[in-house]
């Protein structure tokens, strides 16, 4: 589907400027949307611009989603405020752990934090308040971490005689390194959380397991898409199967493309409504990013949760209602527009062009990958705001 967007926003709501208060909030992608890697894609500065009111402040509801998730909430929003040349609030900043936030029962569990960045921090700032590191874990038992020959150390653990079980397992985002974490985390599915022994048989269901960010792929400066955390937890789906016979079983996939980050976006485009003086409900969210497996499919997926809250038709499996209970809200969006840009993974004249949705979101529907609107870049898709 390749269709302008060029008068979509405002011949679509009837906006033709913005002295009035609109009633659709934006959602953008960053990574190859508005930077490859640290590099602004031109003309960035100067079009949110339009965006940026005389007092300073965005005229248009606006939140960036990323499935990044190696830093702090307030690190991103000083990152994108130099970027795009205005103040973006943390308020403003969904990463791909956000909406773990939302989910209190998880929090007082015994966790193991597994990615990059500052994890106490990430997990802290979450609500977290029990958590355990690969590098802690390391440290208590010495003679698991086995594949570099010359860190082998054949002392048995754990080392800490109070050293606590292992509730859950919680996956942030790609680790430096991926043969120790992918060897303990496997370690612990089969252990139920205390790997001092492998047990007669092997439990299953395993202990929970909560991950973020599915991208297999991403773009940076590198002419060629890198592995992302998708890739990451693929090796250790098949990993655990090839040891076990058994799928590996995600209590929750959290970050583009679930519901679940969607929803958690749109309160908060409600909540920067509220700051910049928009009282009324925001009616429609135009999804803009690079990605056809995550950002295109989130925000289709959620258009089409949406549409089935609407007409109480109930939802798709993974429902919000099952993961937060009773601190699922009405969600106030009536609709989700997905708009894919051509400046990042997708590029629709290179035959490299590969089918990587997460693999408990398949089969994926037809039309959930097609895009409402195509254009060529993050511009084009607010150039008439004035």
Same mark, same amino acid.
């Given at each position: 589907?390749?269709?302008?967007?060029?008068?979509?926003?405002?011949?679509?709501?009837?906006?033709?400027?913005?002295?009035?208060?609109?009633?659709?909030?934006?959602?953008?992608?960053?990574?190859?949307?508005?930077?490859?890697?640290?590099?602004?894609?031109?003309?960035?500065?100067?079009?949110?611009?339009? @965006?940026?009111?005389?007092?300073?402040?965005?005229?248009?509801?606006?939140? &960036?989603? /990323?499935?990044? $998730?190696?830093? #702090?909430? *307030?690190?991103?929003?000083?990152?994108?405020?130099?970027?795009?040349?205005?103040?973006?609030?943390?308020?403003?900043?969904?990463?791909?752990?956000?909406?773990?936030?939302?989910?209190?029962?998880?929090?007082?569990?015994?966790?193991?934090?597994?990615?990059?960045?500052?994890?106490?921090?990430?997990?802290?700032?979450?609500?977290?308040?029990?958590?355990?590191?690969?590098?802690?874990?390391?440290?208590?038992?010495?003679?698991?971490?086995?594949?570099?020959? @010359?860190?082998?150390?054949?002392?048995?653990?754990?080392?800490?005689?109070? &050293?606590? /079980?292992?509730? $859950?397992?919680? #996956?942030? *985002?790609?680790?430096?390194?991926?043969?120790?974490?992918?060897?303990?985390?496997?370690?612990?599915?089969?252990?139920?959380?205390?790997?001092?022994?492998?047990?007669?048989?092997?439990?299953?269901?395993?202990?929970?397991?909560?991950?973020?960010?599915?991208?297999?792929?991403?773009?940076?400066?590198?002419?060629?898409?890198?592995?992302?955390?998708?890739?990451?937890?693929?090796?250790?789906?098949?990993?655990?199967?090839?040891?076990?016979?058994?799928?590996?079983?995600?209590?929750?996939?959290?970050?583009?493309?679930?519901?679940?980050?969607?929803?958690?976006?749109?309160?908060?485009?409600?909540?920067?409504?509220?700051?910049?003086?928009?009282?009324?409900?925001?009616?429609?969210?135009?999804?803009?990013?690079?990605?056809?497996?995550?950002?295109?499919?989130?925000?289709?997926?959620?258009?089409?949760?949406?549409?089935?809250?609407?007409?109480?038709?109930?939802?798709?499996?993974?429902?919000?209602?099952?993961?937060?209970?009773?601190?699922?809200?009405?969600?106030?969006?009536?609709?989700?527009?997905?708009?894919?840009?051509?400046?990042?993974?997708?590029?629709?004249?290179?035959?490299?062009?590969?089918?990587?949705?997460?693999?408990?979101?398949?089969?994926?529907?037809?039309?959930?990958?097609?895009?409402?609107?195509?254009?060529?870049?993050?511009?084009?898709?607010?150039?008439?705001?004035?």
């Amino acid at each position: 589907m390749r269709i302008l967007l060029r008068p979509v926003i405002a011949r679509a709501l009837g906006v033709r400027n913005l002295s009035s208060k609109p009633k659709f909030g934006l959602l953008f992608d960053i990574d190859g949307v508005i930077v490859r890697g640290r590099n602004v894609l031109p003309p960035v500065p100067e079009a949110f611009k339009k @965006l940026n009111g005389e007092d300073g402040k965005f005229r248009v509801p606006t939140v &960036f989603v /990323t499935n990044s $998730g190696n830093a #702090l909430r *307030s690190q991103k929003a000083a990152d994108l405020s130099k970027w795009i040349g205005f103040e973006v609030s943390e308020s403003q900043v969904v990463l791909a752990h956000s909406p773990l936030r939302m989910f209190h029962k998880l929090h007082d569990k015994q966790v193991l934090i597994s990615g990059q960045g500052p994890l106490r921090e990430i997990a802290k700032e979450l609500g977290f308040k029990k958590t355990t590191t690969i590098e802690e874990l390391v440290k208590n038992f010495p003679n698991l971490d086995y594949v570099n020959m @010359l860190k082998r150390n054949p002392q048995s653990g754990p080392i800490d005689p109070n &050293f606590p /079980t292992i509730e $859950g397992i919680m #996956l942030f *985002s790609e680790p430096i390194s991926w043969e120790t974490p992918l060897q303990l985390i496997v370690d612990l599915l089969m252990t139920n959380g205390m790997p001092t022994a492998l047990p007669d048989t092997i439990p299953y269901p395993h202990i929970p397991v909560w991950a973020c960010n599915m991208d297999l792929l991403w773009v940076s400066e590198s002419p060629i898409p890198r592995y992302g955390h998708g890739a990451f937890l693929l090796c250790l789906e098949q990993l655990y199967k090839k040891v076990t016979g058994k799928e590996l079983i995600y209590n929750a996939l959290i970050g583009k493309p679930s519901e679940i980050t969607y929803y958690h976006a749109n309160h908060m485009l409600m909540e920067h409504a509220k700051s910049i003086g928009i009282e009324h409900n925001i009616d429609t969210i135009y999804a803009i990013g690079d990605n056809i497996n995550t950002d295109i499919f989130g925000a289709n997926l959620y258009d089409k949760y949406l549409s089935s809250y609407e007409s109480e038709e109930g939802t798709t499996s993974r429902s919000l209602e099952n993961l937060l209970g009773k601190d699922m809200k009405e969600p106030s969006a009536k609709a989700c527009i997905s708009i894919l840009v051509k400046t990042g993974v997708h590029q629709r004249e290179s035959q490299f062009i590969v089918e990587h949705s997460p693999r408990d979101f398949l089969p994926v529907e037809d039309g959930l990958c097609k895009p409402a609107f195509i254009v060529e870049h993050v511009v084009k898709s607010f150039s008439t705001l004035n």
